[in-house]
């Protein structure tokens, strides 16, 4: 048995969620949470980015320097990252089946930030309800 934990891009999770359920997991679990991988540090990335950032900021009450502030903040890593974590128990031959499906609907071409993938063994599960554990527990 193994637990796999994926943390994928928020706007990603309907199709992470849709990819999981067509990859014939029984069940899992995701949360929002805050974090930060490795900083970009090729500026021609970052100038790419922070611009179309910039041009999505079409908010008339806040003012451009403090906009341009929270973007400059988001891309030097001052600023948490949000993200949806999912948190999946599988039988271990299911394991390739599902992180490649985890792979195929978050995969994107911006080059950085499309996610972590953790594939951890799991000792043991129980389900509370009826006091089944092993295999059992999660299907």
């Known amino acids: 048995m193994k637990e796999i ?44 980015r922070k611009a179309q950032l910039m041009s999505m900021s079409f908010d008339d009450v806040t003012e451009s320097g403090a906009t341009e502030k929270l973007v400059t903040d988001f891309l030097d890593g ?37 996610g972590k993938i953790f594939v951890l063994p799991m000792l043991d599960a129980v389900r509370v309800r009826t006091g089944e554990s092993g295999d059992a527990a999660i299907w």
């Open 78 to 114: 001052t600023r948490l990252f949000p993200r949806r974590l999912f948190t999946i128990l599988a039988h271990d031959e299911d394991v390739p089946r599902i992180v490649e499906a985890i792979m195929q609907a978050n995969r994107t071409d911006c080059k950085v930030g499309d």
């Open 5 to 48: 934990m994926a943390i994928v891009r928020m706007n990603k999770a309907g199709a992470t969620k849709k990819a999981l359920i067509n990859a014939g997991v029984a069940g899992f679990t995701a949360v929002k949470v805050l974090g930060r991988g490795r900083l970009v540090t090729d500026p021609e990335v970052i100038a790419k």
